[in-house]
T-cell receptor
Framework: KNQVEQSPQSLIILEGKNCTLQ??????????LRWYKQDTGRGPVSLTI?????NTKSNGRYTATLDADTKQSSLHITASQLSDSASYIC????????????FGSGTRLLVRP | NAGVTQTPKFQVLKTGQSMTLQCAQDMNHEYMSWYRQDPGMGLRLIHYSVGAGITDQGEVPNGYNVSRSTTEDFPLRLLSAAPSQTSVYFC?????????????????FGPGTRLTVL
């Protein structure tokens, strides 16, 4: 069964610290993996998208990694800011013709001053 | 560009009532989708459309209808609301044309509609 699992479910860190969020997937065939940021009360906004051949992708203080062999991805946030408080959602697109997106349940990050 | 807009932002219904959630986009995207987001679960696809006049069912279509008479609009209708339909609903759109290197075009989400069914 195609699944995307994220850990931890929630995380609290102090402003300025780094953190890493994890995503494991069992989607096959695989097309690409995306990380979204969702602020409270808003829709998800894309941070990165990685295809099979990409290992690392950065977007400012956000760096995503992908290991297609172990079917794992991580999102690393550097020098966290209060505005990073949000849910982070890992989404995998199946590699067939359906453009089916499988969403993880997200990691809720709280950055405290 | 306003992007993807949704109305209303909040709605409370009684069991058995019907209503329509509105979604519009001004990016000329062919693909539009409706998702629901429930606590502790990932977003689940309700219905989607690949162009005006074409719609199809997603993962959880029961109790919902859609139509796509124009490229811009993709309303979601609840026929007879049930408490199990209490959720946050997101509309999304994207262009089907791949980017350089075969990459998917980005999917844009609306701000959501929070629906409570009593």
């Amino acid at each position: 069964k195609n699944q995307v699992e994220q850990s931890p479910q929630s995380l609290i860190i102090l402003e300025g610290k780094n953190c890493t969020l994890q995503c494991n997937y069992t989607v096959s065939p695989f097309s690409n993996l995306r990380w979204y940021k969702q602020d409270t009360g808003r829709g998800p906004v894309s941070l990165t998208i990685m295809t099979f051949s990409e290992n690392t992708k950065s977007n400012g203080r956000y760096t995503a990694t992908l290991d297609a062999d172990t079917k794992q991805s991580s999102l690393h946030i550097t020098a966290s800011q209060l505005s990073d408080s949000a849910s982070y959602i890992c989404v995998v697109r199946a590699g067939d013709s359906s453009y089916k997106l499988i969403f993880g349940s997200g990691t809720r990050l709280l950055v405290r001053p | 560009n306003a992007g993807v807009t949704q109305t209303p932002k909040f709605q409370v219904l009684k069991t058995g009532q019907s209503m329509t959630l509105q979604c519009a986009q001004d990016m000329n995207h062919e693909y539009m989708s409706w998702y629901r987001q429930d606590p502790g679960m990932g977003l689940r696809l309700i219905h989607y459309s690949v162009g005006a006049g074409i719609t199809d069912q997603g993962e959880v279509p029961n109790g919902y209808n859609v139509s796509r008479s124009t490229t811009e609009d993709f309303p979601l209708r609840l026929l007879s609301a049930a408490p199990s339909q209490t959720s946050v609903y997101f509309c999304a759109s994207r262009s089907p044309r791949p980017l350089a290197g075969g990459r998917d075009n980005e999917q844009f989400f609306g701000p959501g509609t929070r629906l409570t069914v009593l």
